[in-house]
């Protein structure tokens, strides 16, 4: 007897907005990933850059990955960002992260992207929530731009962090 076909996990469909396509990461994707990994800029609020051995195993596993989103810009296919939605793993809520090549900053890409990955994930889960370093001023202004709220204040790896919150409509 034959062996039925694996179930596949849906991809969610990309998500779109003005300026910006979130879809899952490709091949062709890894070298500006990977810099999203290893850029002391990128990672000065995120525990410096990642270990080589470290981008490697990441590098194998981040092509595809379903809670994953390369940030593409329309006008030239360039990825600029990385968004992620996934459970948070400390209180079963969904978390957003997100990181930009430095060159994109200030532009909006981030609030665009990252307001789009959130409103997308409330319309299934009750809520998101953010986490980042008390001093990353610039994280948490964007995280208030795109309505999230501060929820708690703790110490985590050694240094003060912000965890934000934005509820769905209705869902309190």
Not at 15 to 24: D, F, N, Q
Not at 48 to 54: K, L, Y
Not at 65 to 74: D, G
């Amino acid at each position: 007897m034959p062996t039925p076909p694996a179930p596949s996990v849906p991809v969610p469909a990309p998500l779109v907005t003005e300026r910006l396509v979130l879809r899952p990461v490709r091949t062709r994707d890894v070298p500006a990933v990977t810099r999203l990994w290893t850029d002391p800029e990128v990672r000065r609020h995120l525990g410096g850059p990642v270990a080589d051995a470290v981008v490697r195993i990441r590098q194998r596993r981040i092509v595809g990955a379903s809670q994953c989103r390369a940030v593409e810009r329309t006008r030239d296919g360039a990825v600029i960002g990385l968004v992620t939605v996934e459970p948070d793993g400390r209180g079963g809520e969904t978390e957003v992260s997100y990181q930009f090549l430095p060159e994109y900053w200030g532009q909006g890409y981030a609030r665009e992207a990252v307001a789009a990955a959130v409103a997308r994930a409330l319309e299934d889960v009750p809520s998101v929530v953010a986490v980042t370093q008390e001093a990353n001023v610039r994280s948490r202004r964007l995280l208030e731009a795109v309505g999230m709220a501060h929820a708690e204040s703790f110490v985590e790896w050694d240094a003060h962090q912000v965890l934000y919150r934005r509820t769905a409509p209705g869902k309190r």
